[in-house]
């Protein structure tokens, strides 16, 4: 718990506003304690300073810009991310002011500036997982742990060991989020919440199997 509180503290510290939550649909639900982002904060979380986190450090935020089509409230992005993300024919059209990333699941649009200039989900070289529906997304682009692989690591040894391994690769120094996340920041939270998730989805389908097996034996 003090890692965890040591964590909000420097994410506040950082972005001057508190630590947030997010749900998978920013829309309906925007404080959701059980899906837990630990977006600034890795290298706390890791004990390491934050420099040592493999995000690049982010330009402070000017004012709330909202995406126009869903109306999301969107986060910078490095134009490092965007340009090494963007197939061709995007790429093309790229204008030079400040690009943010739209979160909403229910909105095509992954990265839009003020003036009008957008890009969505087809004009990027990845697919953006907050844009897909919960079961194989990938969630790391550096080392490829998805939802499936996760799922499938679970279901075989009883836990998934993505989180330790990505530390692992963090430490090393292998991390390369900012040319491969779509949103241009270390991937590590989304993992964590993702072995949350399937770990979530497991658990309520072995209660639901249990659940079908007692209403036959009381049928019996
Ligand atoms: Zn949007």
Known sequence: MNAE???RAQCRRRHQRQFFYKSASPRRCRVQRT???LECAP???LGLSMSSCCCPEKPAESSAARCPQSGSIGKAVDRQTIKALLIELAL???AAGEYRFCPDADCDVVYFDGNGSLFATQDLR???WQKLAFGTRPVCYCFGES??????EIEASGQSDAVERIRGHIAAGRCACEVRNPRGACCLGDVTAA?????SALANRTATRA???LGTADVH
Do not use: Q
Request: proline letters at 3%; zero cysteines.
């Open 195 to 199: 072995v949350n998730r399937v770990e």
């Open 126 to 128: 990845v697919p953006v």
């Open 5 to 7: 509180r040591a964590a």
């Open 92 to 94: 093309r059209r790229l």
């Open 211 to 213: 659940g079908a097996n």
């Open 147 to 152: 939802e499936a692989s996760i799922r499938a």
């Open 35 to 37: 899906d837990l982002t």
């Open 43 to 45: 290298g706390a979380i």
